[in-house]
């Protein structure tokens, strides 16, 4: 399906069904959607901002972002091509081409697939370039993120749309929303624990907010960030002063890192306990610091999210649901 | 008239001194948290206990001297390192420290994530064997200085060229790398400081001890070898001292630019070219300015923190451009 | 007291320097001249410990000066190459008091002794007015001069000096070369000299070596110089020589055009 047909599909079309998915639609990159009647093409306005079009049930897809892979099989979606990942591939994907990693995928590879849709992340390399590049070749692309839960039923429910599973959109989203509404109302409404959480690479510790995954989580569970003035723009995140985080005190402190939790464990325990500062913070201390599974919390939870939640409301609310 | 010039690198030299006590003066006063002067005072002397103190002398103080440090320890290597290669755009860069640094921190990101902590030793050691194997490239019958040069550009790329692929290869792993390629001193604390205060002190030291040796090694080759000078050997250790300097300064703060490069210029702006001068006050001034530079890092957008490299290439450069053209009308 | 043997030097395939013999003896005034890319000036680097030759030795006193030691050898020969990095932002005294460099301990301190040296040096250059001077005040002669100073601060018995009047004005080739003969008979001061000027070598020295090819050609008191043969097969020139009143040296100029 090309977009040459655009504009005589859109005469057809007569009625217009809008589903307006938040103010914050055009900043935080979840598409705000309009779906038209004929069931042929959906447009809506994409993470950078652009409304675009795309077919309905396209056959041949190219992920260019990894993370996203595992929604759009969720929802039903195949793929043709995808790139290289550390992260766990889905069955169905496993066969298909690879066409490049994450911050370069190789134009060749991908024209060559002749995608009728191509799924990409605003915050790629050279997405400028890139995006030009598949206007002129009149091939269909979708920028989003996601981080929030609110956010990943958005875009889950897109993604549903395209492929035409609604009843896939029940199960991994309505259902799940449920679940955590639940979850959340359960949750001990005056504790409002204070957390840090943080990203540790490398030589670097930075502080995540409560717009990313898990901070959205964490808040949603009452929890109070203890940078919550930290956030200079909409980078995830930010090098936070040391010595806030001592004045601050936070209850728990939430650690996301790339190694393997039991193989960092050790030694992040004894790093915390040995260096100066971070040892005289009350949740060193109380043995209130836990690395986060990154398959959980640092990959995109998706189908897992009422998992990840309960993890969660675990850690901080052990007395209300249990270890 | 010798008399006043000496007199006049005397007191300049001094106002390095009070320029350098102000900068940590003015670190420890100020931070993210509020700590008056007064609170201070009773903090250091009676109050050892409490989150206030630990503010002040695990966070802050530490901070500070760590600064200081590795202010000192860069700027003191680029100073050598112009002095021997006679080239006044000589850096610790050129030697390959802060390459061989970076590519040995990236090895441990991609290959051993979950070994970060070894990254400070790892930098230390690839720098380290970086010189020394630039060294060895460059060496033929002796080591010529413009040879060094190019190998160590040579060797630089290569291992410059390894840390994009790393980038290119394994994005998500590299994330934590823009700090360090920048350079940042974030949440440093008091074993960073012991773990660089003995190589870079007694490395200061030493140096102290020779400047003498870089001027005679500055009148160039012949001369220094029909003066007496093991020119060989000279040149072999300051490239040592100043390897273990500017690795020292790597593994802590990441591959910090701008002082080893600028600041002895500034320097010899200021006192010309004699070392006796010129050393001292690269220490004072390499050690000021990033003590100041980190406190605007640390202050300027609190309670969030930019890395130390970008105020430092941002203020630097103009102050520089500055310093150059008063230079050329007096 | 200085002398090579059997010294060659090659760069690959490039022969520089073939089997070169040179003797000093102490008190002499010996000049060195030759056509360019003859090998004058990697004789005197390698004289300089600044090469090593690929054969050959050179022996100070007789012995090998590969195997003394750097400061020893500094303590008998000074060196004046052309080569070298000016700082023009250093004093007068500051370059002559260089010169003592292999005299100095470890606290590299000057003695009463080495400022006494340093004032001697600079006393007989006549830079001691201007010894607080720095040396980009200075003109290219005076800068010459504090130079040769600093060799002399150096107090050897032997100075090597790389042409290091080439670049100077006449008036000032002239005082130095003066200057370097005084030397030589006050002191005793043995000097080995690359110059270009012939006729400059032939009436400062005592003795002239010619170099082509890489090795000593001519090798003669410069009362007696062959000057037909130093013409025509060192520098492929013809002259007319004429004999100077006093000396009794030959001076030349080119054959007559007109």
Request: charged residues 20%; proline residues 4%; hydrophobic residues 45%.
């Amino acid at each position: 399906m090309s977009l040459k047909k655009r504009d005589e599909k859109l005469r057809l079309c007569s009625v217009i069904i809008w589903i307006i998915l938040g103010v914050t639609g055009c900043i935080s990159g979840t598409p705000t959607i309009k779906i038209e009647q004929n069931q042929e093409m959906l447009s809506f306005v994409d993470a950078f901002g652009d409304e675009v079009e795309v077919p309905m049930h396209p056959k041949r897809v190219v992920c260019l972002y990894h993370s996203y892979l595992e929604l759009w099989d969720l929802a039903g979606g195949s793929v043709v091509g995808r790139v290289q990942s550390d992260q766990p591939v889905p069955e169905k994907a496993q066969q298909a081409d690879i066409v490049g990693t994450t911050g370069t995928p190789n134009i060749e590879k991908l024209l060559v697939l002749e995608p009728d849709l191509v799924i990409l992340s605003p915050t790629m390399n050279g997405k400028d370039e890139f995006v030009s590049l598949l206007q002129q070749q009149n091939i269909p692309y979708l920028a989003l993120r996601y981080d929030t839960f609110d956010e990943y039923l958005k875009v889950f429910r897109l993604f549903t749309t395209i492929t035409g599973r609604d009843d896939l959109y029940q199960k991994y989203g309505e259902e799940q929303r449920k679940e955590i509404e639940k979850l959340i109302s359960q949750a001990p409404q005056d504790k409002k624990p204070k957390v840090l959480l943080l990203f540790v690479t490398a030589r670097e510790v930075k502080v995540r907010f409560s717009n990313s995954t898990v901070g959205s989580m964490l808040e949603d569970l009452g929890a109070l960030h203890v940078a919550y003035d930290a956030q200079l723009s909409q980078e995830e995140m930010q090098i936070f002063s040391m010595e806030k985080i001592l004045e601050r005190d936070p209850d728990f402190i939430f650690i996301q890192t790339m190694g393997k939790v039991d193989q960092v464990q050790e030694r992040m325990k004894m790093e915390l306990e040995t260096h100066p500062a971070w040892k005289t913070l009350t949740a060193v201390q109380q043995e209130k610091c836990i690395l986060l599974p990154k398959e959980l919390y640092l990959y995109k939870p998706n189908d897992r999210y009422i998992e990840a939640y309960e993890g969660l409301a675990r850690i901080l609310y052990p007395e209300v649901f249990g270890e | 008239m010798s008399k006043n010039r000496k007199k006049n690198k005397k007191i300049i030299l001094f106002v390095c001194f009070v320029f350098f006590i102000a900068s940590g003066f003015l670190s420890i006063v100020q931070g993210a948290v509020y700590i008056s002067l007064k609170q201070i005072f009773h903090l250091l002397l009676y109050e050892r206990e409490g989150t206030l103190h630990q503010i002040l002398w695990n966070v802050r103080i530490a901070r500070t001297v760590v600064a200081g440090l590795v202010g000192m320890c860069l700027a003191v290597s680029g100073v050598i390192l112009q002095g021997i290669m006679g080239n006044p755009l000589a850096s610790p860069n050129l030697i390959g420290v802060s390459s061989g640094g970076g590519f040995m921190a990236c090895m441990i990101m991609v290959f051993f994530p979950e070994q970060h902590y070894l990254i400070p030793a790892g930098a230390f050691i690839g720098a380290l064997t970086t010189t020394l194997v630039i060294y060895f490239l460059a060496w033929r019958q002796g080591i010529e200085p413009t040879r060094l040069i190019l190998a160590g550009i040579a060797v630089s790329s290569f291992l410059n060229a390894g840390i994009h692929a790393c980038t290119v290869f394994y994005p998500e792993k590299m994330i934590g790398a823009i700090g360090f390629t920048v350079g940042g001193l974030a949440a440093r604390s008091w074993p960073d400081f012991w773990m660089i205060a003995p190589y870079g002190f007694l490395s200061i030291l030493i140096t102290l001890l020779l400047p003498q040796k870089l001027n005679i090694l500055s009148l160039g080759d012949e001369v220094a070898i029909g003066l007496g000078m093991n020119v060989e050997k000279i040149r072999f250790l300051f490239i040592v001292l100043s390897s273990f300097l500017a690795a020292s300064a790597v593994s802590v703060a990441g591959l910090l630019g701008f002082v080893g490069l600028l600041v002895p210029h500034i320097s010899r702006i200021f006192f010309g070219s004699d070392y006796r001068y010129v050393l001292p006050s690269c220490i004072l001034l390499g050690g000021g300015i990033v003590m100041l530079c980190d406190t605007m890092a640390r202050c300027l957008f609190s309670p969030i923190e930019i890395p130390v490299g970008i105020i430092m290439a941002l203020l630097g450069s103009p102050f520089f451009l500055y310093l150059l053209r008063q230079q050329r009308k007096g | 007291m200085l002398s090579c043997h059997h010294l060659s030097m090659n760069y690959g395939s490039k022969q520089v320097l073939d089997n070169l013999h040179l003797d000093i003896s102490k008190g002499e005034i010996v000049s060195l001249v030759g056509s360019n890319g003859c090998g004058k000036s990697t004789l005197f680097k390698i004289l300089g410990r600044y090469l090593f030759p690929t054969q050959g030795r050179v022996e100070l006193e007789g012995k090998n000066i590969f195997r003394m030691k750097f400061k020893e050898v500094a303590k008998k020969i000074g060196l004046l190459p052309q080569v070298r990095r000016e700082f023009m932002d250093i004093s007068v005294e500051t370059l002559v008091s260089y010169g003592r460099y292999p005299y100095l301990g470890f606290s590299q301190r000057l003695t009463k002794e080495d400022k006494g040296f340093i004032q001697w040096a600079l006393d007989a250059t006549d830079l001691y007015q201007k010894k607080d001077q720095l040396l980009s005040t200075l003109s290219g002669g005076e800068r010459q001069r504090a130079w040769l100073a600093m060799a002399l601060a150096q107090q050897t018995e032997i100075l090597l000096l790389d042409e290091p009047t080439t670049f100077l004005d006449i008036s000032y080739q002239l005082d130095f070369l003066d200057l370097i003969y005084k030397m030589n008979q006050e002191r005793g001061l043995t000097v080995f000299m690359i110059l270009h000027d012939i006729n400059q070598a032939i009436q400062y020295s005592h003795r002239l070596l010619a170099m082509k090819e890489g090795t000593i050609y001519i090798d003669s008191d410069t009362k007696k110089i062959p000057m037909e043969k130093l013409l025509q097969d060192v520098f492929g020139i013809s002259g007319t020589t004429f004999y100077h009143g006093d000396t009794q040296k030959p001076y030349w100029i080119p054959k007559n055009k007109i």
